[in-house]
């Protein structure tokens, strides 16, 4: 049962209530007779009076605006003469420009791509290349059709890799590398996604930390030498039999990829310290493993000689090795003492490179131990089976368990056809629910019970119901609206009808002013009235303007770019600005010679005569005087060109030799330069050269004659020398009739090949 407090049906006022306004009551209508103008000066009613304020007003204004324009004017005049001041400032910029543009030089033999602006290939098709010259490559991808290079000597440097940089040939991009007299092509850190091909070259190709995403093909006769440092191989690599260069793989890393080598000379392949050599196959002809070499099935083989090799890395055990690549498969076994640490990493690593779904393994070698973690972010509950006790949720079961709580204690309530909570359900209330309605169809279809109020906006009656109908209270005479507003009611003049007193408009304003001229306004003392006298008299004449007869002039030639070209002229003879371009004669005159530098009318020439030859960086003739018949010869200690004592003059000073007519054959050599013809025929022989002790300074030249590889080899009593570079203790003569020669220089213990 509600407890209902019903308010009493007559009574008026009270409650926040309006029972009157301006005298009025019920339906309230105003106009402005009935509202009296209040003190407010903004908030007056429209007078003649009022009028003549306005009006006078309205003119103060106009002396007002006069004053402005004038001050505007000044303004301008100032505008003009800051303009001068910043004209100069423009003429010392300019001088300071031609200082920048002195000092500018251009560097020789670099050239620059980068991603976005220009492609490799563009360079390389547009460039002339000396010796020693280097593309530089900003990191990025470049796109597009295979890279052709064509050119000799020059090299290709992208950002070093394992600095958080990539420079790819990317979407499948390749790269070939031909032509007859193409040499000497050196890159380094390029990621190559497409097909690599070195066609029929000249070789002396490097390739140095070089990703090679496609297959690498090596064919048509391409000569001397190639080499593949710490490189990276996913395709095939295939090399023809018609290739005569000796190819070099220095820690490269093969992945387990096909190696299809046709080549027909032993030691003409060589693999030093590389890893991922697929041990199924048997096409490597001529390929030889120096190092150790790890192969894909975990084989490990060292070289030790030309004809042994070291199977079993623990007990040392060896085999003869005829080039056969099948006598390698399958070795070695792994030795029956296998350790604890060894099982342990072993497992530790297989389980670690192993693919596991929901679990990951890495193994704590510090603490002889393999660690596990489980995720389950690759799971969902369609891999977890339901249970007896804990089930899944579905609809179905969802549904009946609302069901069996429908209506039951510390259940679920369920609600009538009017969507209500049943009075069963309902506890002893003492609340009043309130209703505001728009009208009495609205108020008459409330579903309401006893003790509920509604407030009718349309008339703003109150109304309780009993229970059975609704009872109005709360009316007495109050105020029930205000020009059509009900509740809180806020008049503007929009909701007022005008009466005698008329409103202010614009229209009004603009008619009667139209009534009035200057005449019905008396001039004060200080606004004003404008004349030609008094506007004249305001102005004076400043630095470039002049005034005459009211007419204003300036003598400041208007700002063209023309113009302030020829203002940033400096006259270097006079050290002064002027506005007028330089002579000629100036202009010569501005310049003066330097070391090595010329002027004569207006002509600069360059003359090397005031320099000696010690002035390039990268000779020294200072440090060791020269003498009578010396040359310069490089020095790979100081890295410069320094004076060395060498017998003859260019070559024409040399001494034949005997021929070699046998293998392994220890060539002599004179005071003086020396030749040797070796007549191989159609066999594959070594000679060795003579020791080098004594020999600094001296070159011998060999020419191979048959058709058998010719290997030049240090002279085995110099067992810390080298030929080029350290370690390298010997070098084939590829092709048919070619000629080496070889520089001694005992510094550096080392054969250098010219």
């Known amino acids: 049962m509600s407890i209902i407090i019903k308010p009493p049906v007559s009574g008026g006022g009270g409650g926040g209530a309006v029972d009157s306004v301006n005298g009025q009551t019920g339906v309230v209508v105003l106009t402005t007779n009935n509202i009296t103008a209040g003190n407010n000066a903004d908030r007056q009613y429209w007078t003649s009076t009022l009028q003549t304020s306005l009006d ?53 033999n670099s050239f620059y791509v980068n991603d976005g602006v220009n492609d490799i290939q563009a ?16 990191s990025g991808s470049y796109g597009g059709s295979t890279l052709s290079l064509t050119k000799s000597n020059f090299s290709i440097l992208p950002p070093p890799t394992g600095i958080g940089s990539i420079c790819e040939l990317a979407g499948g991009r390749g790269l070939t590398i031909s032509g007859v007299d193409c040499t000497r092509v050196r890159i380094r850190s390029l990621q190559i996604e497409g097909n690599t091909l070195i066609n029929g070259t000249l070789g002396r190709h490097y390739f140095k930390s070089v990703y090679f995403l496609g297959t690498t093909t090596i064919n048509n006769g391409t000569s001397n030498f190639i080499t593949f440092e710490d490189c990276e191989f996913s395709g095939a690599i295939t090399i023809a039999s018609n290739v005569s260069a000796t190819i070099y793989f220095n820690r490269c890393s093969f992945g387990g990829v096909a190696i299809s080598s046709s080549l027909v ?96 393994f890495s193994n704590d070698d510090g603490n002889d131990r393999i660690n596990a973690t489980v995720s389950l972010s690759s799971f969902d509950t369609d891999d977890l089976s339901e249970g007896t006790t804990n089930l899944y949720f579905t609809n179905s079961r969802a549904d009946a368990r609302i069901t069996a709580q429908k209506g039951e204690n510390n259940g679920i309530c369920e609600l009538d056809a009017n969507g209500l909570v049943p009075t069963n359900h309902l506890p002893p209330l003492a609340i009043t629910d309130v209703h505001v309605v728009a009208n009495a169809t609205e108020r008459l279809a409330l579903v309401a019970q006893e003790g509920d109020v509604a407030i009718q906006q349309d008339d703003s009656s109150s109304w309780i119901y009993d229970g059975t109908t609704w009872v109005q ?41 139209a009534t009035k001229t200057t005449d019905n306004l008396s001039e004060g003392s200080t606004n004003q009235y404008f004349t030609t006298t008094r506007a004249r008299s305001a102005f004076s004449a400043g630095t470039g303007i002049s005034i005459s007869s009211g007419q204003i002039s300036s003598t400041i030639t208007q700002y063209t770019d023309s113009n302030a070209k020829s203002a940033a002229v400096v006259n270097s003879m006079a050290g002064s600005q002027t506005d007028q371009a330089p002579s000629v004669s100036s202009v010569k005159a501005y310049y003066t010679a330097g070391t090595g530098i010329s002027i004569s009318s207006g002509q600069i020439s360059a003359s090397l005569a005031s320099f000696s030859i010690d002035a390039l960086s990268d000779v020294d003739t200072s440090t060791t005087l020269p003498t009578s018949g010396q040359a310069l010869a490089w020095s790979s200690g100081t890295s410069k060109w320094i004076p060395t004592t060498i017998s003859g003059s260019g070559g024409a000073d040399i001494t034949w030799l005997s021929d070699v007519i046998a293998n ?18 159609s066999s594959a022989w070594t000679v060795y050269l003579p020791t080098i002790s004594g020999k600094n300074g001296k070159i011998i030249r060999i020419k191979r004659l048959g058709s058998g590889l010719v290997t030049i080899a240090v002279n085995s009593s110099d067992t810390t020398k080298f030929i080029d570079a350290s370690g390298t203790t010997s070098v084939a003569m590829g092709v048919q009739y070619s000629t080496f020669d070889l520089v001694a220089n005992e510094t550096d213990g080392a054969w250098y090949l010219l």
């Open 56 to 108: 006078a007003k309205a003119l103060q204004s106009d002396l007002t605006t006069l004053d402005s324009r004038v001050d505007t004017a000044e303004s301008d005049i100032d505008t003009l003469q800051s303009d001068l001041t910043a004209l100069d400032g423009r003429v010392d910029t300019a001088e300071s420009d031609i200082d920048s543009l002195q000092a500018n030089r251009l560097y020789s």
């Open 123 to 138: 360079v390389h098709d547009d460039a002339s290349f000396g010796q020693g010259d280097v593309i530089f490559v900003s």
């Open 265 to 360: 000379n032993p030691l003409q392949c060589i693999l030093a310290d590389c890893s991922g050599i697929n041990a199924s196959q048997t096409n490597l002809v001529g390929l030889v493993f120096a190092g150790r070499t790890a192969f894909a099935n975990n084989v490990v083989s060292q070289y030790t000689s030309n004809s042994k090799y070291v199977y079993n890395l623990i007990t040392g055990a060896t085999t003869s090795f005829s080039g056969s690549y099948s006598e390698l498969r399958d070795q070695p076994t792994i030795p029956s003492a296998y350790t604890d640490e060894q099982a342990r990493d072993s497992a530790g690593t297989a389980l670690a490179n192993g693919v596991h779904t929901g679990i990951s």
């Open 473 to 513: 209270f709360g009316v007495g005479g109050a105020v029930t609206s205000v020009n059509g507003q009900t509740g809180t009611v806020s008049l503007l003049t929009t909701d007022i009808n005008e009466g005698t007193n008329l409103y202010y408009t614009t229209t009004r304003f603009d008619d009667r002013l």
């Open 664 to 681: 392994n054959t220890v060539l002599t050599l004179s005071a003086s330069n020396s030749m040797a013809l070796v007549k191989n025929g």
